[in-house]
C-alpha cells in the first residue's frame, strides 16, 4: 500500500487528539501504516490490468473471515474474475458472496444499505496475515452519540490507482485518507438518510486540505466499501485501535454535499444472520 499524505475536510477540523493539523500529522506518519492495512482495493479483470472498482475491508469474525465491501462494487463485477489485495499481492476474490437485496424499484442506487461481503475458503486463510485484518469486535453495534467526534475515511480512489502491474501478482495501489466530521440534522434531513443505520460525513473535494495548505481532493470513485474509523469521541476511541463506524457506499455531489456511508451495525447484523448459514455451506 503506497499512502498519501493524510488529508482533512475542511478548516473546522478540531481534534482533541492532538492540535488540528499536528493531528493530521501525527496520524498520517504513525498510524496509517497500521490501520490501513486491513483495507484493500478490489479489482476486476480488464483488457490490459487489473481495473480499480472499489474498496474493502477484511474481517475476522469467528473462524470466518470476512471482505466487506459496498453490494454495488460487487455488482459491478457482472460475473468476471475479480481480486482483493492481502500481504501486498492480489489474490482471487472467493466465490461466496452475500450482498443486501435490491429495493422495490430494482435500482441499486435507491439501496440505502448497499454493502456486501465475500467469505474467504477456510482452505486459503493463510494467504492473509493476522495484520491485515480486524476482528469483528472492532465494529460499532450502535451510533457514537458525539455528533463533534472525528472519522478517518479510507479507500482507494480509481483516478489514483496505477496503470501497470508491478510483477506477475503485485500491484501498487494509493489509498486516499481523510480525517473529517458528521454533517448536520438538517443535512441527514435533505439527503432523507436515516441516522440509526447511515453516517453522513462531510466532503468537499473544494475544501480540502494538506499541510494547512488547501487542495483540490480527489473524486471517491472507488472509495466506496472503504471503513470509516472514530477516531474520537465517545465512548472512548482507542487511538490505536480505532473502532469502526461505518463503510462508504455513495459519495454526493449535489447539496448536500457529502459522502454517504452505512453503518457498520447494519453489517454486524447482517453476518449474525447469514454466518450460520456460511459454517453449513463450507463444510
Known sequence: MNDDPLMATGEQINSPLLDPFAAVEFWATTKLPVIGRPVTPLYKDGPRHPVAIGSGLIIRAGEHLIIATAAHVADDLHGQPAYFSANE??????????????PPSGQREHD??????????????????????????????SPCADAQAF????GYPA?????RMLSAQEYAAKTFPFITSECGDADYA??????TSSLFLRYRKDD????????????????????VFRISGEPNARIFEPPIAAFAIAWRKGNPLGLV?????????ALARELPLITAALR
Open 112 to 141: 440505502q444499505v448497499d454493502l456486501a461481503f465475500w467469505v474467504l475458503e477456510p482452505t486459503r486463510h493463510a494467504l492473509v496475515p493476522s495484520a491485515d485484518s480486524v476482528p469483528i469486535s472492532r465494529l460499532e453495534r
Open 208 to 227: 480540502t486540505f494538506v499541510r494547512q495548505v488547501r487542495q483540490e481532493g480527489p473524486d471517491l470513485f472507488g472509495v466506496s466499501g472503504g471503513p
Open 89 to 102: 499481492e492480489l489474490h482471487p476474490l472467493p466465490s461466496i458472496l452475500f450482498r443486501s437485496p435490491l
Open 261 to 269: 456511508t452505512t453503518r457498520s451495525s447494519v453489517l454486524v447484523d
Open 190 to 195: 435533505s439527503a432523507a438518510l436515516d441516522r
Open 151 to 154: 472519522y478517518l475515511v479510507m
Open 159 to 163: 483516478s489514483r490507482q496505477p496503470r
